[in-house]
């Protein structure tokens, strides 16, 4: 049987972009092991956590620590190496790294200095949490952690609710229910999913409206990793609240309305006519005699 050809895989100077299991240690890929195997060093986030996947592979390598605290200065010692012609694997605690996970400033800088990043897939939370979530799933938007202040949150959330996409975010566990009362208040009771602990002993998935999945986390406190789902707004609730915003704007004073439009999309007056006029069902005409009549009063 032939050997599958390597794609993309140059001799030396190379950093490798592995991803590892977010579990079950079954789920690395053949390919993976044997980057892991022949790197000449593997850069991770906590060389324990690194050292427990290698030891179940009987895998030895020299290990270097890269995370949020020190990626920066480290980062650099690394690009020494890969110029001088080393292959670097860079892996995280579990799943791909760069996602949500340091990385990202080694990948630039490797770039910035003509070494050839490669990417090593796998195994990452919040592609099997969607997979097995039942929510549309043609188009998503996958938004990472929110942040963990409560007013930074809430306006976070609010810049999603016209989001018509599956929304998919990591919570820890001690903010879950916190955010789930926010996403209520924020976006309405939606369709959610709580997907924990995936491919590992204790998965679970907590399925249904927001205000449902609340009564099951205020039961019993979750535990480990948490990927959190919430699904767009329903056909219905979308109807409710274009007819509501359409009586909004139509309460305010076209002049008004048109000044408003005009400082938060920083457009002029003509375009900010125009987009009042589509709001209130009027011709561009029709808002203009509106607008001198209003002015001549």
């Known amino acids: 049987m032939p050997k599958t050809a ?13 991803a590892t299991p977010i579990g079950n240690l079954e789920d690395i890929t053949l390919r993976a092991l044997r980057i892991l195997k022949e790197a000449d060093v593997i850069a991770c986030e ?44 860079l892996v995280s605690d579990a799943g791909t790294p760069v996602v949500s996970d340091p990385g990202h400033h080694l990948v630039a800088l490797c770039l910035r200095h003509g070494i050839q990043v490669v990417p090593v897939p796998g195994a990452s939370a919040f592609v ?37 996409r ?14 789930l009362e926010d996403a209520l208040e924020v976006l309405g009771n939606r369709t959610a999913v709580v997907a924990r602990e995936v491919t590992k002993l204790y998965e679970e998935f907590l399925r249904g409206r927001i205000e449902t999945v609340l009564e099951d986390v205020r039961k019993k406190a979750p ?9 767009p707004p329903d056909a219905e609730a979308l109807h409710v609240d274009a007819v509501a915003s359409l009586a909004a704007a139509a309460a305010v004073p076209l002049a008004r309305r048109v000044d408003e439009i005009a400082i938060e999309r920083g457009v002029d007056k003509k375009a900010a006519l125009k987009v009042a006029a589509r709001e209130r069902g009027l011709t561009r005409r029709e808002a203009y005699k509106q607008l001198l009549i209003t002015r001549d009063e």
């Open 128 to 164: 099997a949490a969607l997979a097995a979530s039942g929510m549309p799933i043609e188009e998503f938007a996958f938004i990472g952690f929110l942040p963990s202040r409560p007013t930074e949150r809430r306006k976070a959330l609010r810049a999603l609710a016209s989001e018509l």
């Open 223 to 231: 535990r480990g990793e948490i990927t959190l789902l919430i699904g």
């Open 6 to 18: 390597k794609i993309n895989e140059p001799g030396a100077g190379c950093l490798y972009v592995v």
């Open 46 to 89: 906590d060389t324990r956590q690194t050292m427990k996947l290698l030891a179940h592979f009987d895998i030895q390598k020299r290990l270097v620590s890269y995370h949020e605290h020190n990626e920066i200065t480290r980062a650099a010692e690394i690009v020494i190496d890969l110029e001088q012609g080393a292959k670097v694997a």
């Open 166 to 179: 599956t929304i998919v975010l990591y919570e820890a566990p001690h903010r879950l229910l916190d955010t």
